[in-house]
């Protein structure tokens, strides 16, 4: 075992600096009384309300902690629904009376701190005479300093709310969430007998995928710097045909970067753990060992943070839009969720004893059940204009939900069904109590890349996230759809055995009647293939291809009914996400559109225009008039497209501005491969693509 203080290799010294900018529980210990730090920490481990009487104390440490790190300011840390983090620095003087400063830090600031909220998304849950908003401190994920250039800043991760307590943010549902989702687990526990006390909650490990481009490049690119992908660029020759970049080598450069990276999201005691090269030129990917979801969602909205400013450092930017460059591989969040039971098992782990074994499969079963259920939802929750590029283009999953069991797994739940418990011997089957449940093998890892929800080995990964956007969303709605699960397993059993039923009797029968129910969510083959399409349509699922089409799942009175049943959003916070998600994505647009609408009109055009002149000026030959002519009429295309730009911008137009968009894009990037390189007004996708 590794120990902190043991530098003899260059792991642990490296690793020495873990967790140094976090104010832990460790930590706390050498600045609090033992009283107050026990309290704290069964809030931080326990969740449970803190203490308002330690306040004062914890301040006090928090402070004279952050000021040996040379901090000289704090601020709440949150997540409102920009989908970013906020920030707004105080600093800890304060004025004496003779004329000095002295530094102070109450247990009131580090609560609570009151904002005006005016100017954050509220999707009209805020009317202007109430547009106080309130950061709170959640003493579930530890404060911790944040260094950029040398600047040190003590950040206090919090709830963001309004007035009357609505959730502002993405932090407060998700708590909300894993408080429905423990309730649910205590519950089940309790009925298999198990210990029902602990805690119980949902970890999460986020793969996050990003592009590195050179930052001269992308100072170059008006729509990189302004919305975030390329809004024209033609494909090079060769971009990722071979295969070769997935896992490959990794350039130096990059392989720098990452190691700064690393090092810093050490020292924020973000257990960052594997890094490799992804499918597309010039993309990568870094994941965390997993963690407790609220932590694991912090730490990766730190981690994206991390990785932009450490980029910046290198002479590279680090872009995290969902699809960067067209033709290419878009960049997702892979999220790896399992549920802790209040046992402090993973229930989603086959076990050992048939006992353990009906509590994995009454897991699957809320899921597939939950999901099945509620899968418009999951769509909603990953839908922004950016993945909208991304979804369906047979590179990331089809907008279409469904679980991946693999064959062992489906087979089982199949045999299930039929009542049949399976006779074979096979070896690694192990036997599962309950009559009617089968034998399971121990280990059901098969790999499917194409679900978007895969099960694989000990937990559910959800792929449709993209790379921009931030986890919470989904992880709220997986929770919940996960507690609605348990919630009706329980139901049922519970009033089976008051009919005078045996508790395997009852959960046999509960699991074989969920499961036969929502077997059509349930797809293990390709979901990239037009055949599952078709059959996915005829199973009646769901398919909603564009985010104003997947929003629409969060105004059903069926998604309101089940976020207020568990306390999750009121009526009024969900009316409020729809509004703000359906105003990003037309802005977003329309920032494009307004974007390729300059690039056309100041740069793409006059290039083709100074083209067009020298070849007008040599049409000796057949090849050369047939090139003008191709020059000029593509020129002309650029201009009526630049007209449509012009006019859906001016009377937003949401699908006029995508079309004339398309059609732009169609005509520059032929132009492109036309024009001499020396005239191309943008850098190529040949040039970008070869950072690492
Ligand atoms: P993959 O083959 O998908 O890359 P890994 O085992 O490398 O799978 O895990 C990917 C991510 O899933 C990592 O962040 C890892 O920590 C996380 N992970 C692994 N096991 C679990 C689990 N039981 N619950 C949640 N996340 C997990
Ligand atoms: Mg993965």
Known sequence: ???????????????????????????????????????????????????????????????????????????????????????????????????????????????????????????????????????????????????????????????????????????????????????????????????????????????????????????????????????????????????????????????????????????????????????????????????????????????????????????????????????????????????????????????????????????????????????????????????DHRLGANEAPPATISIYLGDQLSDIIKQLQNGKAKSSKQAGLIEVGVSTIPRLPRDVTDRNRTSPLAFTVNKFEFRAVGSNQSCAGSNVAFNTITAWGIDLICSEIEKEQALGTDFNTALGKTLKDLFKKHQRVIFDGDNYSARWHKEAEERGLPCARTTPEALLALMSTKTLDLFKKYGVFTERELLSRYEIYLETYNKTIMIETSCALQIVRTMIVPAGLEYAETLATTLQTPPRVRLAKRVNDLIDTLLTAAEALEKAANSPNVPAAIKAMESARSAADELEGLIPAHLWPLPSYADMLCAG
């Open 1 to 387: 075992m590794m120990n902190k203080n043991d530098t003899s290799t260059e792991l642990a010294r490296k690793l020495s600096c873990y967790g140094d900018n976090v104010f832990s529980i460790g930590v706390m210990r050498n600045y609090l009384s033992e009283k107050t730090h026990n309290s704290l920490a069964a809030t931080m481990v326990r969740g449970e309300v803190i203490d308002p009487d330690i306040a004062d104390e914890v301040a006090q440490a928090m402070k004279i902690w952050a000021l040996e790190k040379g901090a000289t300011h704090y601020t709440h840390w949150f997540q409102p629904l920009t989908g970013l983090t906020a920030e707004k620095h105080d600093s800890f003087l304060t004025p004496d009376d003779k004329g000095n400063t002295i530094a102070c830090f109450s247990g009131s600031e580090l609560t609570r701190s009151e904002s005006d909220a005016s100017n954050f998304p509220s999707g009209g849950l805020r009317a202007t005479f109430e547009a106080r908003g309130y950061t709170a401190w959640d003493p579930t994920s530890p404060a911790f300093i944040k260094e950029t250039n040398g600047v040190a800043v003590l950040c206090i991760p919090s709830i963001f709310c309004g007035y009357h307590g609505e959730a502002l943010d993405k932090k407060t549902p998700l708590l909300r969430s894993q408080h429905a989702l423990a309730a649910q687990l205590k519950r089940m526990a309790h009925l298999f007998g198990l210990p029902d006390t602990g805690c119980a909650y949902a970890t999460l490990g986020a793969e996050q995928e990003y592009f590195l481009i050179d930052r001269e490049h992308y100072l170059a690119r008006p729509d990189l710097r302004q919305t975030g992908r390329t809004l024209f660029g033609q494909r090079p020759p060769r971009h990722q045909q071979m295969e070769d970049h997935y896992f490959g080598h990794i350039h130096p450069r990059v392989l720098a970067f990452m190691d700064e990276a690393d090092r810093i999201l050490w020292k924020l005691g973000i257990p960052a753990k594997t890094r490799h090269n992804e499918t597309a030129p010039g993309q990568f990917e870094i994941a965390p060992v997993f963690e407790e979801l609220n932590l694991a969602i912090d730490h990766n909205m730190l981690t994206m943070q991390v990785l932009q400013e450490v980029a910046e450092r290198h002479g590279l930017v680090c872009l995290m839009h969902e699809k960067p460059f067209a033709g290419i591989n878009g960049s997702g969040k892979h999220n790896n969720w399992s549920p802790i039971g209040p046992d402090g098992k993973n229930w989603l782990k086959p076990g050992t004893t048939p006992h353990e074994n009906a509590k994995f499969l009454a897991t699957v079963c809320a899921i597939v059940a939950g999901v099945d259920t509620y899968a418009d939802l999951l769509r909603a929750t990953v839908a922004s204009a950016g993945n």
